[in-house]
């Protein structure tokens, strides 16, 4: 559909009669060169009579005419309207005289405002044409950008639920293993499989995530692998302050931990600690995960598949605007860095 039948806004408006005084002028300054149309004051005033009213006329009368004909016929009769308006007008302030053009003109005035008519209709078409096209290409790319962040949600989705069986299979043979020789252990590694499969629950029931959930999640997390590895695995999650509501997307962090402790403590003799440090500089979200582990030379490859989920995942969110960075940890170990802008 042509871009005159969909409401006019004011600015577009305000716009497309700029661009209309641009073309009525050139018609008005092509006039003079050609020695015809009266005087500077004529000509001006019955091109920008025509030039306006034919606009105006395709401003009001557009979406009336396409509910009774096709589309491509509208134009016609809405170039004549607009046209026998602006002869009557232009001949007013022109001449004096609203019918001059029809009754003493030798019909030139006609011909030359038809002839410019059609020029006008055919500029100012093919210009909404290309701002309908520029429009409907932009939400084109919305769409595809909208789609591949649900396809990311999916797989994100089909992850979670590939993650979570095994890591429970995990934890209750673990429990088992507990009940007789370590009930207490076996007590609280229970207790805390509950909050993160409760977290869990609400995580992949609720459309919006918080700090909050993702934070109650890897603590849960942590405390399960805690009570697995005892004394070889020490944690401790800082916020800076009150962020408990502030938006997060899920599955950012938990895999960032997971990597921390599949991939760096481990594998080490001795085991090791992680800190989960989250702060906010203005409005943006910093988040590190250091584990003084093997450290990542050393390390097996698994986690970078995570990590490269998690950049495809940033990408679809925030574009450039998101980061993750890995460096080593002194004396050893890594440290994971993401970054989240706009966060408040």
């Excluded at 005084?21 to 005087?39: E, K, P, R, S």
């Excluded at 038809?114 to 409907?136: H, M, N, P, Q, Y």
């Amino acid at each position: 559909m042509n871009a005159a039948a969909e409401p006019w806004g004011h600015r577009q408006l305000v716009i497309s009669y700029l661009y209309t005084a641009t073309f009525c002028t050139a018609v008005v300054v092509l006039l003079q060169v050609l020695g015809i149309g009266g005087t500077w004051t004529q000509s001006a005033a019955v091109s920008y009579a025509i030039g306006g009213c034919i606009h105006t006329a395709f401003v009001l009368f557009t979406e009336p005419f396409s509910r009774h004909m096709p589309m491509r016929f509208v134009p016609i009769p809405v170039t004549a309207i607009g046209l026998v308006a602006g002869l009557l007008v232009g001949g007013w302030f022109a001449i004096g005289d609203p019918f001059y053009f029809f009754v003493d003109d030798d019909y030139t005035s006609i011909m030359l405002g038809v002839f410019f008519g059609i020029l006008g209709f055919i500029f100012f078409t093919t210009r909404d044409d290309l701002i309908v096209a520029r429009a409907e290409l932009a939400e084109a790319k919305a769409d595809i950008a909208e789609q591949e962040k649900q396809r990311m949600e999916t797989e994100l989705r089909l992850l979670q639920a590939q993650i979570e069986p095994h890591f429970l299979f995990n934890t209750l043979s673990n429990v088992i293993s507990l009940i007789r020789t370590e009930p207490e252990r076996a007590e609280a590694t229970l207790l805390d499989l509950t909050r993160f499969l409760r977290s869990s629950l609400k995580r992949s029931r609720q459309a919006d995530n918080s700090l909050a959930d993702e934070l109650d999640i890897v603590r849960a997390y942590l405390s399960i692998q805690q009570t697995r590895m005892g004394n070889r695995l020490a944690f401790d999650i800082h916020t800076d302050g009150d962020m408990r509501d502030v938006p997060f997307p899920p599955l950012l962090l938990q895999p960032l931990v997971e990597n921390a402790v599949i991939h760096g403590i481990e594998p080490a003799e001795d085991g090791g600690r992680i800190d989960v440090v989250v702060a906010q500089q203005g409005g943006d979200l910093n988040i590190t995960v250091r584990d003084d582990g093997v450290g990542l030379n050393t390390s097996s490859g698994g986690h970078q598949v995570g990590l490269r989920n998690i950049r495809e995942r940033l990408r679809s969110l925030y574009g450039a605007s998101a980061s993750l960075t890995l460096e080593d940890a002194q004396p050893h170990g890594l440290m994971v860095r993401l970054h989240l802008p706009g966060q408040s």
